[in-house]
């Protein structure tokens, strides 16, 4: 027998086919007044995974009152058919199925539970035919192995469960685009299916450090819960193109020893389209139109360099008057470098200027203001004291000649010429040679004294060697001023480096000299202003890029709103055929669920093997009472 847990897992999976799940397909017949149909198919999977057996147990509901006659279909041969739950003899002629009901008054309806066993020789061709493909891989410390090898062992274990979406088929959907042309695209429809391994349960005291892990796009991640000692594992795998993929797997590892498992139930379920989300995408394809219209109009808004009124077009004239704004400050830099390397040529050695070579040692022509220091030194250290000397010597010289009253002291080396002149004139009195030095000589000296009076700082010439040494004075303290003036606009325009770049000083916080200034101003235009707007124009263009990428992808999607409808027809009809699997019952609501069941492993080689019957009556007896009564309900089938 089924453990409790399993059967009421049965249980609760048939009760929502019943319960829940949308009606695919709906056929009125006047009598009965309805008939629900649920199938669940069992597939045993044997140590290679393959299916070894099938069994479908079917629910059929019917409502009214009276007595019926309901035949079922069946396009597999069948070994065995049961009725679970009931005294109704079921009969099979032709591969047809006919199932009486008799509902008294005051009933609304009544439901038969059978159980059909599929004929071995099927097997092989339906397995081909499953609209899901399982499959199991056991690994053990990377090894892979058959589960019936894993008995007993211990190491880390990987179980890989793959499923794969089978049920696509080529179809041509025919429609309308949003321009009202005629389209005839060709498309691969699958059945969306939802794959649930629901519960794995695994016992603490053999399995350690269990985990799930997933994969986005590839591989869900699964749920664990763990109560009194045992862990379970599940996973929802949506096998729904083309949201999701048609192939993905569920991983379970975990530390394991004295390796014993369970029978796994992996669950597959069609999913029905629901009218109402289909309604509501109507809203949502008003909602991309006007997404569409707004990326236009940021495409239209970006625009480009060639077209007027644009962003990129602005930004390619602002660059352009960047650029001019760089070049001119450039040309402005190189002008006012020339003027200030013309007033102060930058490493120039005053001291070892060479008026030769008009350079100094190093080859360095003067500027003007080295010019001006150079001249203004000469002057104060070379021309002044000059002059000085020359007004010092004609003083000695008029000293020398002294006053004509000049007289009566002893001619030496001390007295004046015009004494030594007198005396001799007082010595030779009334002798020729008095006349020669009163009418020749003392002329002479006369002449002579005054000269000398009047070069040295006399009004008879035009430069007398005082007025030299005035003018060279005046021009020490012009060149002095000038030379303070031109500091004035060297500093202003910024000390030079030693290879005659601006030297970087900063004043507050802000560039300290003209050069300086304009380098800074020209490094923050070249170095961040264009970069920043060439990323800017960059980023609009790549807005713009985008934007028309959306268009395309929008447009692309509303091509495909406007294949919902035929889609949905599609889909609708698809899962219809999806929505029984052994037979139809004309005018039946069906529902169907596929359940693959994996081999135990056990230690003792008497693993349990889940009869398809003792499901069925387990479900019957917990829906009707909760417990499994005692029942001996085995219907004979006809042949």
Do not use: C
Not at 587 to 612: C, I, N, R
């Amino acid at each position: 027998m089924l453990k409790t847990r399993k059967s009421r897992a049965y249980m609760v999976l048939l009760v929502i086919m019943m319960l829940v799940l949308a009606p695919v397909a709906t056929a009125q017949s006047p009598a009965p007044d309805k008939i629900l149909d649920n199938e669940l198919v069992i597939s045993q999977l044997d140590d290679n995974g393959q299916i070894s057996s099938i069994s479908v147990l079917n629910q059929v509901r019917v409502f009214g009152e009276g007595q019926f006659t309901i035949e079922d279909s069946s396009k597999y041969k069948l070994s065995a058919v049961r009725n679970l739950y009931g005294s109704e003899k079921i009969t099979q002629r032709d591969n047809k199925l006919t199932i009486p009901f008799n509902i008294g008054s005051g009933k609304s309806f009544s439901d038969i539970y059978y159980l059909a066993d599929i004929a071995d020789e099927e097997i092989a061709g339906i397995q081909e035919e499953m609209p899901v493909r399982i499959e199991i891989e056991y690994f053990l410390d990377g090894q892979k192995m058959l589960p019936s090898e894993l008995a007993g062992k211990s190491g880390h274990l990987k179980i890989v469960t793959t499923m794969e979406n089978l049920s696509g088929k080529p179809a041509v959907l025919k429609f309308k685009d949003i321009n009202d042309q005629e389209i005839a695209q060709e498309s691969v429809i699958y059945t969306p299916y939802a794959v649930a391994l629901k519960d794995w349960e695994f016992k603490n005291d053999n399995f350690a450090n269990i985990s799930a892990p997933g994969v986005p796009e590839e591989s869900p991640e699964g749920t664990i819960a763990n109560i009194q000692g045992v862990t379970s594992v599940s996973w929802t795998v949506p096998l729904i193109a083309p949201l999701y993929p048609t192939t993905q797997y569920a991983v379970f590892e975990a530390d394991a020893i004295n390796i014993e498992l369970p029978s796994f139930n992996i669950a597959v379920m069609a999913l029905v389209p629901v009218q109402s989300d289909i309604d509501n995408l109507g809203l949502v394809q008003s909602s991309l139109e006007q997404l569409y219209d707004g990326f236009d109009q940021i495409e239209g808004g970006i625009g480009a360099v060639n077209k007027d009124a644009t962003l990129l077009y602005g930004l390619d004239a602002v660059d352009g008057g960047v650029v001019q704004i760089s070049d001119g400050l450039s040309s402005l830099s190189d002008i006012l470098m020339q003027i200030r390397v013309g007033l102060s040529s930058p490493g120039f050695d005053a001291a070892s200027y060479n008026g030769d070579t008009g350079a100094d040692a190093q080859g360095v022509t003067p500027g003007v203001q080295d010019a001006v220091k150079i001249m203004k030194s000469t002057i104060d250290s070379q021309l002044i004291p000059g002059l000085m000397i020359q007004k010092a010597t004609l003083s000695g010289m008029e000293t020398a000649v002294g006053k004509p009253a000049d007289s009566g002291q002893e001619p030496s080396s001390a007295t004046s010429i015009y004494n030594d002149i007198n005396q001799l004139k007082a010595a030779t009195a009334g002798t020729p040679a008095q006349k020669i030095i009163s009418d020749s000589v003392e002329p002479k000296l006369q002449k002579l004294s005054k000269d000398i009076a009047d070069f040295r700082e006399g009004s008879n010439f035009i430069a007398n060697v005082a007025k030299v040494e005035e003018g060279a004075v005046q021009l020490s303290e012009a060149l002095g001023k000038s030379d303070q003036g031109i500091s004035m606009m060297v500093f202003g325009l910024g000390a030079l480096t030693d290879e005659g770049k601006p030297y970087p000083i900063m004043m507050n916080g802000s560039p300290g000299s003209v050069l300086y200034a304009l380098e800074y101003m020209q490094e923050a235009i070249n170095g961040q202003l264009r970069p920043g707007l060439v990323q800017l124009s960059d980023g609009a263009g790549q807005i713009g890029d985008g934007a028309v990428f959306a268009k395309g992808e929008i447009s692309t999607g509303l091509h495909t709103f406007q294949q919902i409808p035929v889609l949905k027809e599609t889909l609708m009809a698809n899962a219809a055929d999806a929505s029984n699997w052994l037979g139809k019952i004309e005018g039946s609501e069906t529902t169907l669920t596929y359940v693959f069941q994996t081999q135990p492993v056990s230690q003792d080689g008497k693993a349990m093997k889940v009869g398809a019957g003792v499901i069925g009556l387990s479900l019957i007896a917990l829906i009707a009472v909760g417990r499994p009564p005692k029942l001996d309900v085995s219907t004979p089938v006809d042949a």
